[in-house]
């Protein structure tokens, strides 16, 4: 059974750090498998988003709004990935969800729940 769980979410001032970690069972997390792994987010009201996206290649990306502030990165030996996230702000409240994506596959996480108070 594929699972992906998420953690280290909470409740943080605004310019606080969280780590949120995306812990994988059932599957080899490495994007030697999957062609896409990241975070994405969804806010109140709001359709979900990409967030951070390791690529096929070792590459990253990430959207404008966190550039600058959150990390990717993942450990294989670990089979978890990572998002850490700095100088938060009320804008990056939302639900944090990891995703590992294939051509025939396509896995979510449960969603962790980060809350930037102003």
């Known amino acids: 059974q594929v699972q992906l769980v998420e953690s280290g979410g909470g409740l943080v001032q605004t310019g606080g750090s969280l780590r949120l970690s995306c812990a994988a069972s059932?599957?080899?997390?490495?994007?030697?498998?999957?062609?896409?792994m990241g975070w994405y987010r969804q806010a109140p009201g709001k359709q979900r988003e990409m967030v951070a996206t390791?690529?096929?290649?070792?590459?990253?990306n990430y959207a404008d709004s966190v550039k600058g502030r959150f990390i990717i990165s993942s450990d294989n030996a670990k089979n978890t990935m990572y998002l850490q996230m700095n100088s938060l702000k009320p804008d990056d409240t939302a639900v944090y969800y990891c995703?590992?994506?294939?051509?025939?596959?396509?896995?979510w996480g449960q969603g962790t729940q980060v809350t930037v108070s102003s």
């Open positions: 995703r590992a994506r294939a051509p025939d596959r396509d896995y």
């Open positions: 059932g599957i080899t997390f490495s994007i030697d498998v999957y062609n896409i």
């Open positions: 390791i690529i096929r290649g070792g590459g990253t």
